[in-house]
């Protein structure tokens, strides 16, 4: 990374909305300073970011600015509300856009300290890991995508305590001293049983959150089966909104007054009646058109009434595994259902980005403040990065953008301005005598 002088034009420009959360000037400096490093710095921990500082004056400590950014009294919890409040109007009348709602794990392998940390199976690396749960919403059109709420999901220790319990009952306890530290035990494992939720409750409560702002009421649902619950449906419906889903192939419907798996209604239909699988043109999210072959049907789901369900393949000769979706837009058509469903992935794009690009990974800190803070700054930094002013590059280095403008160049566009005020800074030293080892002495302490 290239020694920071000061904050570029275009991060100071998005983060102005903002000021009124932060109560000192100097800590509105250092959380600038740090929403640039998680963009332009390769190491976007904050003694990674720290390290390329530079200040023409004398420079603050570390603890500084750890203290501005994960410490200082600053409105933290109203930060995403604002920048909800912000984005708002660049989603509307710009066409279909979509809350995804997800859930995505975090690693940090060599830090059992950090909050909300747990080691156990990663289901898609298919191996054991140090890794946090962390649950989104990310509202998405064709243009933008935007994380709107992340919240981490605190890990149970239930069956850790539990076994710890039964490991030291005893058959009674004569002295009073034993008997209330037992009490107490008892308590606070059923403090820890009461207070852990769910992925799923999680998520209910984030939706609850956004309907009741309500800043996007347009904005229909789409989400898999692993945050799919009565509650969340019940709650999407009753705010006049749709959603779409994804279903296990084991779920069952009502098929000709029998309940059977989907799957195996599927593979009937299939053999029986493979005309009834229409070929669809979808243009999704990404603008990507492409044909799928759909049969869909309202039919009645347990619990969930009467939906409509589609099973679609991507080939022709319908050979491949079906997808099954699901809504409760019974007049919608299964074009419309499998493009809805196409911004689902929006959520998987705002997770890959955010850890490679804006360090949702990065944050080294231990308490659950910081590591929120951490988030929520990740957060805004990924959408001012899409939203920095470039032109699409004619260099061969990005030919393959055919002419688009990307991720890495709006990035390369920001690293120009931290440049731009490096060189600057050097114009000025040398302009006052400084001699080649001095400035780089100011550039670059030894």
Same mark, same amino acid.
């Given at each position: 990374?290239?020694?920071?002088?000061?904050?570029?034009?275009?991060?100071?420009?998005?983060?102005?909305?903002?000021?009124?959360?932060?109560?000192?000037?100097?800590?509105?400096?250092?959380?600038?300073?740090?929403?640039?490093?998680?963009?332009?710095?390769?190491?976007?921990?904050?003694?990674?970011?720290?390290?390329?500082?530079?200040?023409?004056?004398?420079?603050?400590?570390?603890?500084?600015?750890?203290?501005?950014?994960?410490?200082?009294?600053?409105?933290?919890?109203?930060?995403?509300?604002?920048?909800?409040?912000?984005?708002?109007?660049?989603?509307?009348?710009?066409?279909?856009?979509?809350?995804?709602?997800?859930?995505?794990?975090?690693?940090?392998?060599?830090?059992?300290?950090?909050?909300?940390?747990?080691?156990?199976?990663?289901?898609?690396?298919?191996?054991?890991?140090?890794?946090?749960?962390?649950?989104?919403?990310?509202?998405?059109?064709?243009?933008?995508?935007?994380?709107?709420?992340?919240?981490?999901?605190?890990?149970?220790?239930?069956?850790?305590?539990?076994?710890?319990?039964?490991?030291?009952?005893?058959?009674?306890?004569?002295?009073?001293?034993?008997?209330?530290?037992?009490?107490?035990?008892?308590?606070?494992?059923?403090?820890?049983?009461?207070?852990?939720?769910?992925?799923?409750?999680?998520?209910?409560?984030?939706?609850?959150?956004?309907?009741?702002?309500?800043?996007?009421?347009?904005?229909?649902?789409?989400?898999?089966?692993?945050? &799919?619950?009565? /509650?969340?449906? !019940?709650? =999407? $419906?009753?705010?006049?909104?749709? @959603?779409?889903? #994804? +279903?296990?192939?084991?779920?069952?419907?009502?098929?000709?007054?029998?309940?059977?798996?989907?799957?195996?209604?599927?593979?009937?239909?299939?053999?029986?009646?493979?005309?009834?699988?229409?070929?669809?043109?979808?243009?999704?999210?990404?603008?990507?058109?492409?044909?799928?072959?759909?049969?869909?049907?309202?039919?009645?789901?347990?619990?969930?009434?009467?939906?409509?369900?589609?099973?679609?393949?991507?080939?022709?000769?319908?050979?491949?595994?079906?997808?099954?979706?699901?809504?409760?837009? &019974?007049?919608? /058509?299964?074009? !419309?259902? =499998? $493009?809805?469903?196409?911004?689902? @992935?929006?959520? #998987? +794009?705002?997770?890959?980005?955010?850890?490679?690009?804006?360090?949702?990974?990065?944050?080294?800190?231990?308490?659950?403040?910081?590591?929120?803070?951490?988030?929520?700054?990740?957060?805004?930094?990924?959408?001012?990065?899409?939203?920095?002013?470039?032109?699409?590059?004619?260099?061969?280095?990005?030919?393959?953008?055919?002419?688009?403008?990307?991720?890495?160049?709006?990035?390369?566009?920001?690293?120009?301005?931290?440049?731009?005020?490096?060189?600057?800074?050097?114009?000025?030293?040398?302009?006052?005598?400084?001699?080649?080892?001095?400035?780089? $002495?100011?550039?670059?302490?030894?």
């Amino acid at each position: 990374m290239l020694p920071m002088v000061e904050v570029p034009a275009t991060i100071r420009k998005g983060l102005r909305p903002y000021r009124d959360l932060f109560r000192r000037g100097e800590g509105f400096e250092h959380v600038s300073r740090y929403v640039t490093g998680l963009i332009v710095s390769p190491n976007k921990t904050l003694q990674g970011i720290y390290a390329h500082q530079v200040w023409e004056g004398e420079k603050p400590s570390r603890r500084a600015m750890h203290e501005a950014v994960f410490e200082a009294g600053w409105e933290a919890e109203e930060l995403l509300p604002r920048h909800r409040a912000l984005i708002a109007p660049e989603h509307r009348g710009r066409g279909r856009e979509v809350i995804s709602l997800d859930w995505t794990l975090v690693h940090h392998e060599r830090g059992p300290q950090i909050y909300g940390t747990t080691k156990s199976y990663d289901y898609v690396e298919r191996r054991m890991a140090r890794f946090q749960t962390v649950v989104t919403a990310v509202i998405a059109n064709r243009q933008l995508i935007d994380g709107i709420e992340l919240q981490i999901q605190e890990p149970s220790f239930g069956k850790e305590e539990e076994t710890y319990l039964q490991a030291t009952v005893q058959a009674s306890y004569e002295q009073m001293e034993q008997a209330q530290t037992r009490l107490l035990e008892l308590l606070h494992h059923m403090e820890h049983r009461l207070g852990y939720k769910k992925r799923t409750e999680i998520v209910v409560e984030m939706v609850a959150q956004l309907e009741e702002e309500g800043k996007f009421p347009q904005a229909d649902y789409a989400f898999d089966n692993g945050v &799919l619950t009565l /509650e969340l449906t !019940r709650l =999407i $419906e009753s705010k006049g909104k749709h @959603w779409v889903s #994804e +279903v296990e192939s084991s779920r069952h419907i009502l098929w000709q007054d029998h309940w059977r798996r989907i799957d195996e209604v599927a593979a009937e239909v299939r053999l029986a009646h493979p005309e009834s699988f229409r070929k669809v043109s979808v243009r999704c999210r990404n603008g990507e058109t492409k044909e799928f072959w759909v049969f869909t049907k309202s039919v009645r789901l347990k619990r969930y009434g009467r939906k409509r369900i589609a099973m679609v393949h991507e080939r022709a000769d319908l050979t491949d595994k079906p997808r099954f979706l699901v809504t409760d837009a &019974l007049h919608w /058509e299964s074009g !419309r259902m =499998i $493009e809805t469903w196409s911004f689902r @992935w929006a959520a #998987e +794009v705002f997770h890959e980005f955010s850890k490679q690009g804006t360090g949702l990974e990065a944050a080294q800190v231990r308490n659950e403040e910081a590591v929120k803070r951490h988030f929520r700054l990740s957060c805004l930094a990924q959408s001012m990065l899409q939203r920095a002013p470039t032109v699409a590059s004619t260099s061969e280095q990005f030919a393959f953008a055919k002419g688009e403008t990307t991720f890495g160049q709006r990035c390369r566009a920001i690293t120009r301005e931290v440049f731009h005020s490096l060189l600057a800074l050097a114009k000025r030293l040398f302009a006052g005598g400084y001699s080649c080892e001095q400035v780089a $002495e100011v550039l670059m302490p030894a």
